[in-house]
């Protein structure tokens, strides 16, 4: 079959109508690019704004987060008020609570005075019987809601001052963290821990901190915002 010759008027017609095709495609390529551009445009900047949410979200959560220690408990009893600064302290620098151990018969000046034959420690230190010191309160309101208690004593004869033995012994600490600290002049804190986790027989007790009688608060907070 022999080729037909194209005139030059039907070469320029169909030139032109190649020409309004190309420029057509052009454009629509031209226009769906830019669609396309600014359709990825305005996703990148959505997921950047719920990135930037998301992050705001969590920093917010972090922050009001509860510490490991749960509720908490500082319960203490205190002879000569050194107990009682230490606890205080560590009640402030954790946002806990305070409980003070009170017998019903306080110690005077000259009951604490060990120094003194016959003097009111000298005598319970020496007959274990006379050691059942009722308490005011034995257990604290709302013990039950706490999940950590933090309980402080002076040390008497390498040992936890016998005050605290009937709150010890009185409560039921199923299901919490109980963490000693003691105060004292010169003696550690010895195995007054480990008795009275044995006294108790109940809750996860942990290994115990000793202050100095004077010891400074921020060296009290320090150590409560370590635990």
Not at 139 to 150: E, H, K, L, Q, R
Request: charged content about 15%; glycine content about 10%; overall charge negative.
């Amino acid at each position: 079959m022999k080729d037909t010759p194209i005139s030059r008027r039907g070469f320029l017609g169909l030139a032109a109508l190649t020409a309004m095709s190309a420029t057509s495609l052009l454009a629509g390529c031209a226009s769906g690019g830019a669609s396309s551009s600014s359709s990825a445009a305005a996703s990148a900047a959505s997921a950047s704004a719920a990135s930037s949410a998301a992050s705001s979200a969590s920093a917010t959560s972090s922050a009001a987060a509860p510490t490991d220690l749960g509720k908490t408990l500082v319960a203490y009893y205190s002879a000569s008020g050194n107990t009682r600064a230490a606890a205080e302290e560590i009640a402030t620098a954790l946002g806990a609570d305070t409980f003070e151990i009170t017998p019903v018969d306080p110690y005077s000046t000259d009951d604490l005075n060990w120094t003194v034959d016959g003097s009111r420690v000298n005598m319970e230190h020496e007959d274990e019987s006379l050691r059942d010191i009722a308490l005011e309160q034995v257990t604290p309101d709302g013990f039950a809601d706490y999940d950590t208690v933090i309980l402080g004593y002076p040390i008497w004869w390498a040992i936890a001052a016998w005050p605290v033995d009937g709150f010890v012994s009185g409560n039921d600490f199923t299901g919490k963290t109980v963490i000693p600290f003691c105060t004292s002049t010169s003696s550690g804190i010895g195995q007054s821990g480990e008795l009275l986790e044995e006294l108790a027989g109940t809750g996860t007790w942990e290994e115990g901190h000793r202050f100095s009688g004077n010891a400074p608060a921020d060296e009290v907070q320090a150590w409560a915002k370590s635990l």
